[in-house]
């Protein structure tokens, strides 16, 4: 059976290989979490409300309570990180259920790619696909929950809603348990 060739230098092969992804190209990435000593960003006008704003959506799309946010500037990925799960209840009576991590691909006037966030229609919880401003429809805002699409008003999404971490929301606790026992969780 054939020997294997001794390495010389082994110490110098395991620090390149540790030195290298130093040197290695990252994609661009804008971040504005709270840094470990607790800072916040948020009086710099670098909230997520104001991001979704700047980009043509309304601020309210997320609720009030999300912890930080990254955004690839290169693919467009946007996530958005809450404490914990929660509900949100919006001004027309729309109940909304958001996950820890919120994702999906932000354009102009546009959320794609959507995970994260439920809509509940008819006593049912669906998935929402994606969020588009219409330009032809000024003050509408669509929303893609798969088989569908649901026109709403804008308004109703310029001010965050409150999101709170159970059924007070505006579900019952059973109907709660019995959907997120549907969702895996």
Not at 149 to 173: Q, T, V
């Amino acid at each position: 059976m054939a020997k294997l060739p001794r390495l010389r230098c082994p110490f110098a092969v395991l620090a390149l290989v540790c030195i290298l992804p130093l040197f290695a190209p990252r994609p661009a990435l804008s971040s504005r979490a709270a840094p470990k000593d607790g800072v916040s960003f948020a009086g710099a006008g670098n909230t997520i409300h104001q991001l979704l704003k700047d980009h043509g959506l309304p601020g309210g799309l997320l609720p009030r309570g999300v912890e930080s946010y990254t955004l690839d500037e290169s693919s467009g990925l946007l996530q958005a990180r809450l404490s914990a799960p929660c509900y949100a209840k919006y001004d027309n009576g729309d109940l909304a259920y958001f996950d820890n991590v919120v994702r999906g691909n932000l354009s102009k006037g546009a959320l794609r790619g959507v995970e994260g966030l439920s809509q509940e229609e008819l006593f049912v919880w669906l998935p929402v696909k994606g969020i588009l401003v219409q330009d032809q429809e000024p003050g509408v805002i669509l929303f893609d929950i798969g088989f569908a699409h649901k026109s709403l008003s804008r308004s109703l999404f310029e001010d965050p809603p409150d999101c709170k971490p159970s059924a007070a929301s505006g579900m019952s606790a059973a109907a709660a348990a019995r959907w997120k026992v549907r969702q895996g969780r």
